[in-house]
């Protein structure tokens, strides 16, 4: 398969990057990506791990992760069957820039829970015409 050497620009809605931006966005996808960094999981112990997750979206989620080459599935032959999922190495180079976004996000929620305050306080009072 060839590929063009057209340089990646997420600003360009025809560029795949934007359909790689939006797959880490997600929100299953970058939480089991997170998951997976303590090593191989079962599908029951990562969806116990994700929480609220049904079956179907995490079979989704985690097929589409393969798909793209973040994770690896190894099945074992064995009665009942197992399979474990894991990071790959390339999955294994996004922990870091996660880690940091993820971060910023517990540090910020209390900034971002009061500028929605203060935005829909300012709303209501529009509304009211106060």
């Given at each position: 398969m060839e590929t063009n050497a057209?340089?990646?620009?997420?600003?360009d809605p025809d560029c795949p990057s934007r359909v790689i931006f939006q797959r880490i966005g997600d929100k299953?996808?970058?939480l089991v990506v997170q998951v997976l960094a303590a090593g191989p999981v079962r599908?029951?112990?990562?969806?116990?791990?994700?929480?609220?997750?049904?079956?179907?979206?995490?079979?989704?989620?985690?097929?589409t992760l393969e798909r793209?080459?973040?994770?690896?599935r190894t099945v074992y032959a064995q009665v009942p069957?197992?399979?474990?999922?894991?990071?790959?190495?390339?999955g294994a180079s996004l922990l870091e820039p996660?880690?940091?976004?993820?971060?910023?996000?517990e540090d910020h929620v209390p900034t971002i829970l009061e500028a929605r305050d203060a935005y829909d306080d300012a709303q209501d009072a529009e509304l009211l015409g106060d």
């Open positions: 057209v340089p990646a620009n997420i600003l299953w996808a970058s599908f029951s112990e990562l969806r116990k791990m994700v929480h609220v997750v049904t079956p179907k979206v995490l079979t989704q989620t985690l097929r793209d080459g973040l994770i690896t069957p197992r399979v474990d999922y894991e990071l790959s190495e390339l996660l880690t940091l976004l993820r971060q910023w996000a």
